[in-house]
């Protein structure tokens, strides 16, 4: 009995500081699926598990940063739009695929997770800095928007990390207006697989209830945080974490 509340205790934990992370970095459910795993949840129950949980951290760094969301205008219809188509498919390609391939893929995609995360900063020096005051490069963005979303559908781990590098190569605005769209995309697509999930996936729902209020504190937290707070050590924190877990799902 012990042994249960511990892993709920250090699980709402692991969901505070996945609500703090995504708002302020990203990446922050690859903290929360080993943590499920190491309940002895599956992979697959473990993701879908992850995906409903994450919902309320992104509730609240979209509150927090309603601001800078009003700022992004009028690309937020068409990226919204293919955000939830996305986020759509990739669900349909989870539950229609043997549960066989999410164990095959899932540690390539935790891989392709951390080094995407451990490489955001060279990507966005490569890119330089935006002209916010430039067009758009609309196609660009609605469709790598709902690749992006795909992925998030099927594998929520790091969706945040590229929704905001999509945000970044394609759109031209100030990185905290691209970092409140991306709050929004995952907010839409976590939307969608919390009601896919919850009707047709395994999902263990004493491990939602337990991270639910702490996911939902931490994305306030971090939302106020994301201005102020260096992001460095926390995303690479997630890094280690992620790699380490793709390592050990490659070997097991």
Request: glycine share 12%.
């Amino acid at each position: 009995m012990l042994g249960e509340w511990l892993e709920l205790g250090l699980l709402a934990l692991a969901g505070f500081v996945s609500g703090c992370v995504n708002a302020v970095a990203g990446g922050g459910s690859l903290l929360v699926f080993p943590a499920l795993l190491g309940t002895g949840l599956p992979p697959l129950a473990a993701n879908v598990t992850n995906a409903v949980a994450q919902f309320p951290g992104f509730v609240g760094a979209v509150f927090s940063q309603r601001g800078d969301l009003r700022a992004n205008g009028r690309r937020l219809v068409p990226i919204s739009v293919a955000a939830l188509l996305g986020s759509l498919g990739g669900c349909a390609l989870l539950l229609s695929l043997p549960g066989a391939v999410f164990d095959a893929v899932v540690p390539a995609l935790v891989g392709l997770s951390a080094v995407l995360m451990a490489f955001q900063g060279r990507i966005r020096r490569w890119i330089g800095n935006p002209d916010q005051h430039g067009p758009d490069r609309s196609v660009l963005l609605t469709a790598g928007i709902f690749l992006a979303s795909v992925y998030g559908g099927y594998f929520g781990g790091a969706r945040s990390i590229i929704l905001v590098v999509v945000l970044v190569l394609t759109a031209n605005a100030a990185l905290s207006t691209l970092n409140a769209a991306k709050n929004l995309l995952g907010l839409l697509g976590s939307l969608v697989t919390v009601v896919v999930y919850a009707l047709l996936a395994p999902v263990d729902w004493a491990a939602v209830a337990a991270l639910v209020p702490t996911t939902l504190l931490g994305g306030m937290v971090g939302g106020r945080l994301a201005r102020r707070l260096p992001a460095a050590a926390l995303r690479w924190t997630v890094v280690v974490i992620a790699a380490a877990v793709a390592l050990y799902m490659a070997l097991d």
